[in-house]
């Protein structure tokens, strides 16, 4: 029996287009011991491939779009396309890497095949080398999911035994099949063609819906929401290239000002983005006044009234969601702790409106995959009007501990969100191993000067610092 895709899934692949390709990425940077190359990692991946049956899978279309699209084996799988090589010239730079990251993330992924790439790029700096991620957001189907990212990961240098599978691929159904199971799906429920006939037309009002359905607790928002998102340079017409950049923090600083000020991480690290904004517009000589402000579409995890804290992991999985926050970054207030204050405020009264899941929780139930949970942000912003928010900006939390692929340390991790359409720039962040760490991704025309935001979060974040003494 072949499975089809969720209606929300279906949606991200009809709005794909040149401009908005629908895939979420991650820049993983290794210390490499002796021995580990390119063949050692396809020989890890193709090892773990068990784990993550969806990635030997392709996704098949129903004649005449009368259902949803369904997965199938691939027939002819091929781990040497999706894992690659790439180098930098030596000693490559970090904006050398920066500069192969935007070019990887400006191309579609092919259809014809399964939807994630992964590169294996040799030559930076201090013989270093990195791991690049694709996944298509249709891989994505909820906080439980894994990413291919995640499973080569192991929490000590000798890698954890895997049971060998061995693997053949499943006959998909012909023409005839697929006709046939869409009329069986379409007797037993009568509304599937109702939701068909939608994804196809790719109604924006439903599409929407969907989404925040997806993304619960927007109604949070919904005051916020009433109110058009302030006129920013960050929302234009964007075109298919990109620029990403990337900079990194000590997750003891957001700490240190969270004792001293209160608030969460999270506020600390949303304060430090507006106060980077602010720097930012003003070397633009855009007009920045007391009341200037940049809505973020901040997604967080929520935990379900009334769940267990220590329900065991498939539990909490089922119970967990992600909700959308809408908050107005003070980018006008000059007062690095007013700033902060502000944006505490701001995301409290949000969580007044559900119990918001601690970084140990949310670990626990998902394990560590960014790119999976950066892309539940991703997909709630693309479904909602630009008019509602200037950029998103995702936040997850990471294992505070080393991880390593086949003896390699992990030393940094950036995400890479997706652009949606009329958003020049989204903001990735992800915690790990006593560092914060930030990716930016920005339409190539619409934002020559992302290295600048990059370096001007740590300059916020060393403004905010000195206030604590």
Do not use: C
Not at 215 to 234: C, D, H
Not at 327 to 347: C, K, T, W, Y
């Amino acid at each position: 029996m072949t499975d089809r895709l969720s209606a929300l899934d279906v949606t991200f692949l009809y709005l794909e287009g040149p401009t908005t390709p629908m895939h979420v990425g991650g820049v993983a940077i290794f210390r490499p011991p002796k021995g580990f190359d390119y063949d050692r990692l396809v020989s890890l991946v193709d090892q773990r491939m068990a784990l993550v049956p969806r990635y030997r899978q392709t996704v098949r279309h129903v004649p005449g779009h009368l259902a949803k699209p369904v997965w199938v084996d691939a027939q002819d799988f091929d781990i040497g396309y999706h894992v690659r090589r790439s180098a930098l010239p030596r000693p490559g730079s970090r904006g050398q890497l920066a500069e192969l990251v935007a070019r990887l993330m400006s191309r579609r992924l092919d259809r014809s095949r399964p939807l994630w790439e992964m590169y294996f790029v040799e030559g930076l700096e201090d013989g270093q080398l990195a791991v690049i991620t694709k996944t298509h957001q249709a891989l994505v189907d909820g906080v439980s999911a894994v990413d291919i990212g995640q499973v080569i990961l192991d929490v000590a240098k000798t890698p954890r035994e895997v049971p060998e599978q061995p693997w053949e691929p499943r006959r998909g159904p012909g023409a005839v099949g697929l006709l046939a199971g869409a009329v069986t799906e379409l007797v037993r429920r009568p509304s599937a063609v109702v939701d068909t006939l939608r994804l196809g037309m790719l109604d924006a009002t439903a599409t929407a819906s969907s989404v925040a359905g997806a993304a619960v607790g927007l109604l949070a928002a919904v005051r916020t929401a009433a109110r058009p998102a302030p006129e920013s340079p960050l929302n234009v017409t964007i075109g298919e290239q990109r620029r990403f950049a990337m900079a990194r923090t000590n997750l003891a600083d957001f700490k240190r000002i969270r004792a001293t000020h209160g608030g969460t991480i999270n506020d600390a690290m949303l304060a430090t983005v507006a106060g980077a904004l602010r720097s930012w517009l003003l070397t633009r000589g855009e007009p920045v006044r007391s009341s200037s402000a940049i809505r973020a579409m901040v997604p967080v995890s929520v935990r379900a009234e009334g769940t267990d804290p220590d329900a065991d992991e498939a539990s909490a999985a089922a119970a967990n969601r992600v909700s959308t926050y809408l908050v107005d970054l003070p980018v006008g207030e000059p007062n690095p702790v007013i700033r902060l204050h502000q944006v505490s405020f701001a995301m409290q009264a949000h969580a007044d409106a559900g119990q918001s899941v601690g970084a140990a929780a949310l670990i626990r139930v998902s394990g560590f995959a960014p790119p999976t949970l950066h892309a539940l942000g991703a997909k709630a912003a693309n479904g909602l009007s630009r008019r509602l928010f200037n950029l998103v900006i995702t936040n997850v939390p990471g294992p505070q501990y080393p991880l390593y692929a086949a003896g390699a340390r992990m030393t940094e991790v950036y995400p890479v969100v997706p652009l949606a359409r009329g958003q020049a720039l989204a903001l990735g962040i992800t915690s790990y191993d006593g560092g914060a760490f930030f990716g930016f991704n920005a339409d190539r025309d619409a934002m020559s000067d992302v290295d600048v935001i990059a370096d001007l979060v740590v300059e916020s974040l060393a403004e905010l610092v000195g206030t604590t003494g």
